[in-house]
T-cell receptor
Framework: DGGITQSPKYLFRKEGQNVTLSCEQNLNHDAMYWYRQDPGQGLRLIYYSQIVNDFQKGDIAEGYSVSREKKESFPLTVTSAQKNPTAFYLC?????????????FGPGTRLLVL | SQQGEEDPQALSIQEGENATMNCSYKTSINNLQWYRQNSGRGLVHLILIRSNEREKHSGRLRVTLDTSKKSSSLLITASRAADTASYFCATHNAGNNRKLIWGLGTSLAVNP
């Protein structure tokens, strides 16, 4: 089956700890995105990548880091510098062709602070 | 930054009724998309309307776009309890930019 997977579904972070959220896609999409969603709010872009080994900051990149070593994978690390990490994190991917701007989403990871 | 603004923020209707949600945006767009999110899940793409289109249909969904007013509406006809979800609009802005700009969403509750 084609799609996007995110793991884990729930993640707990201790004070001062870095945690990494996984995102994998087998849709052969070039572009991948990470969003943060807080209760009652829309999506805010953290980072995005249009090609392997390249990525750009979104609107709220501080306290987060990413890598794009493979086309299929775009892991997000929530660092200890992110003081309010509790949120729902969504990964998405899309083709780069101009006519296809639809984004395909994974099921999300809920991050909680202990 | 959020550009789209959905209206209303929350909507509660009875099964069988129609639900209308509106989205306003601020800059020139290439297209506008509507997504659905069930509670605690990822978003699912519903429909895309391009800047040169005025109306589009997909099953029970009807989307309109008025670029002069920078607004769009999503109509769900003959609603069902399973339509209960949050609905988001997102715009792809004119220019060489791969980002979507997201609204805050409308929470729809369809009561049986």
């Amino acid at each position: 089956d084609g799609g996007i997977t995110q793991s884990p579904k729930y993640l707990f972070r201790k004070e001062g700890q870095n945690v990494t959220l996984s995102c994998e896609q087998n849709l052969n999409h070039d572009a991948m995105y990470w969003y943060r969603q807080d209760p009652g709010q829309g999506l805010r872009l953290i980072y995005y990548s249009q090609i392997v080994n390249d990525f750009q900051k979104g609107d709220i990149a501080e306290g987060y880091s990413v890598s794009r070593e493979k086309k299929e994978s775009f892991p997000l690390t929530v660092t200890s510098a992110q003081k309010n990490p509790t949120a729902f994190y969504l990964c998405a991917s899309s083709p780069l062709e101009a006519a296809k701007e639809t984004q395909y989403f994974g099921p999300g990871t809920r991050l909680l602070v202990l | 930054s959020q550009q789209g603004e959905e209206d209303p923020q929350a909507l509660s209707i009875q099964e069988g009724e129609n639900a209308t949600m509106n989205c306003s945006y601020k800059t020139s767009i290439n297209n506008l998309q509507w997504y659905r999110q069930n509670s605690g899940r990822g978003l699912v793409h519903l429909i895309l309307i391009r800047s040169n289109e005025r109306e589009k249909h997909s099953g029970r969904l009807r989307v309109t776009l008025d670029t002069s007013k920078k607004s769009s509406s999503l109509l769900i006809t003959a609603s069902r309890a399973a339509d209960t979800a949050s609905y988001f609009c997102a715009t792809h802005n004119a220019g060489n930019n791969r980002k979507l700009i997201w609204g805050l969403g409308t929470s729809l509750a369809v009561n049986p």
